[in-house]
């Protein structure tokens, strides 16, 4: 049986060929409007990431910077105890002692010791050693305790029964001083102290204890050099009846 088309046929046709194309081409723009919406996605997501790559880059560049600065406190720090540890004394030098033994002098003297007229007994020579070291631990100034230790020779007029009239007797002093002037030439100091005789079985004389009292003028002999120096020491002592009178002249080296 043969079917002609018809006109109306054929534009029914024809309308539907086109309404099947465009129902077959709209899925596919459904399609790749996701598709795009997901590329910007990404490229959103690799453009922050690349601006935090970008963050993270600048941010060592303060930290290194930092991390110098804390190299050097601690290049310096380093270097602060490495040489304390080598120089003790830059730490040392903090704390004063209370008695300043690098600074220890000591020395000789000569000279002459008179005696009270109960001696009976003209002056004689008198010959001793001396050391003395500073105590900066006592305030309000220049202190310092001293020690000396010495031999002489005294001859008595006694009557001839008297066996021992004469010999040598030896003594000691121990006291503080004070300096009451110091420069670069010379200083004065006053002395303090106790003397101890022992007369080495002389007739008529007892071994004992008397107060001490003199003065000491120092000048330095060497020039620019304040560690040796020469002095001149008158001093008295008294036992409440009795007195000498000594006056020598010294050195002393500050070692």
């Known amino acids: ?14 309308l539907s060929s086109l309404v099947a194309c465009f129902s077959i081409a709209r899925p596919a723009h459904a399609d790749e409007a996701p598709v795009r919406r997901a590329e910007r996605v990404l490229e959103s997501m690799l453009s ?24 050097e406190i601690e290049l310096r720090e380093a270097h602060s105890f490495s040489r304390n540890a080598f120089h003790p004394q830059g ?13 220890f002098e000591m020395g000789g003297y000569v000279g002459i010791v008179g005696f009270s007229s109960d001696f009976e007994a003209d002056p004689a020579m008198v010959a001793g050693i001396t050391a003395r070291v500073p105590v900066p631990g006592i305030p309000l100034g220049d202190w310092g305790v001293f020690a000396q230790l010495f031999i002489s020779y005294i001859s008595r007029d006694l009557p001839f ?3 021992d009239t004469s010999g040598n007797w ?32 002389i007739n008529a004389l007892d071994n004992g204890v008397g107060i001490l009292v003199g003065i000491q003028a120092g000048f330095y002999w060497i020039k620019h050099n304040r560690n040796a120096v020469v002095t001149i020491t008158p001093q008295l002592t008294y036992d409440g009846s009795n007195w000498m009178g000594f006056f020598t002249v010294g050195f002393s080296y500050d070692f």
């Open 48 to 71: 922050g990431s690349e601006s935090a790559a970008r963050g993270v880059e600048s941010l060592p560049a303060r930290l290194s910077l930092w991390s110098a600065v804390e190299d």
């Open 1 to 14: 049986m043969n079917v002609a088309l018809s006109p109306s046929s054929s534009v029914a046709l024809l």
């Open 91 to 103: 730490r040392l030098t903090q704390q004063t002692p209370f008695i300043d033994f690098s600074h």
């Open 161 to 163: 029964y008297y066996t």
């Open 170 to 201: 030896i003594g000691a002093e121990l006291g503080g001083d004070y300096t009451f002037v110091k420069d670069e030439i010379w200083y004065l100091r006053g002395q303090a102290g106790i003397l101890y005789a022992n007369w080495n079985d």
